[in-house]
């Protein structure tokens, strides 16, 4: 349930919310449909499928109104609601916290992941002050080694990938 009173949906892929499924910090996935979409199209569910098949947990956002989810609010989902996105990545963060969190969006929802990250990395979702320079140094840290920056958004793992 959102700050408005939103009614959103994250449905995990076959079971993946429970403790028993893997490892608590096993990567975790989630997937942002496209118009009118959810966790029930073609699409969707082939991307669960590879992310599980890696033995990562997926998770689907269901946004308002889609999937059968009632509208609960004045306000349904549209392409620069972000607010929604954030509720559901403080949700799975909240659930699993030492989880590396990877984020795929299809249409409309890649125009609001990027919204959301672009948001995130101007500090509209900043972390809470104690953990600001940790999230700063996560941002800028480089490995010589891999060649490859680590970078976390908004609550993304955006080196997991």
Not at 8 to 35: E, K, N, T
Not at 42 to 50: D, P
């Amino acid at each position: 349930m959102t700050s408005d009173h939103g009614t959103l949906g994250l449905d995990w892929w076959c079971g993946a919310d429970r403790p028993s499924y893997a490892a608590a910090d096993v990567p975790i996935i989630l997937f942002i449909h496209g118009i009118n979409g959810g966790s029930h199209e073609g699409y969707v569910k082939w991307a669960c499928v590879a992310a599980a098949s890696r033995g990562w947990r997926a998770v689907v956002l269901n946004l308002r109104g889609c999937n059968g989810l009632p509208l609960t609010s004045a306000r349904g989902y549209n392409a620069i609601n972000t607010g929604d996105v954030h509720v559901a990545v403080h949700s799975i963060r909240s659930r699993f916290p030492s989880a590396p969190l990877m984020a795929a969006g299809y249409s409309l929802g890649s125009v609001l992941l990027a919204k959301y990250l672009a948001e995130a990395d101007n500090g509209l979702y900043s972390a809470p002050d104690s953990s600001k320079q940790q999230q700063q140094q996560q941002q800028t840290a480089f490995s010589p080694n891999q060649q490859q920056a680590t970078a976390t958004l908004g609550g993304l793992d955006m080196s997991a990938w």
